[in-house]
């Protein structure tokens, strides 16, 4: 998906006539992005059950889903680990 958006973004660049490169980011990276999100995700649905506001739930969902998002990308990488 990375690849994809880097070159979506390279042909815009082409056509607005702007040199803008993004950050192509390694397996390890990708996998420590994953780990972090998914404990930042966690904790803030379990604030989201002990506590009243239940949109720190709703918010620990989503960085749990980017967590597997992020472990799917990282495992299509094949560059160095």
């Known amino acids: 998906m990375v690849k994809e958006v880097n070159h979506a973004c390279e042909k815009l660049n082409e056509k607005l ?18 780990v972090c999100n998914f404990a930042v995700g966690a904790g803030l649905v379990a604030a989201g ?8 739930a709703v918010l ?17 990488r094949k560059d160095e680990q």
């Open 49 to 56: 059950i002990v506590l009243p506001s239940k949109w720190c």
């Open 17 to 34: 006539g702007v040199s803008v490169s993004l950050p192509n980011p390694k397996k390890k990276t990708l996998k420590a992005a994953s």
């Open 60 to 76: 620990g969902g989503l960085g749990i889903i980017s967590s597997v998002v992020l472990r799917h990308e990282s495992g299509g």
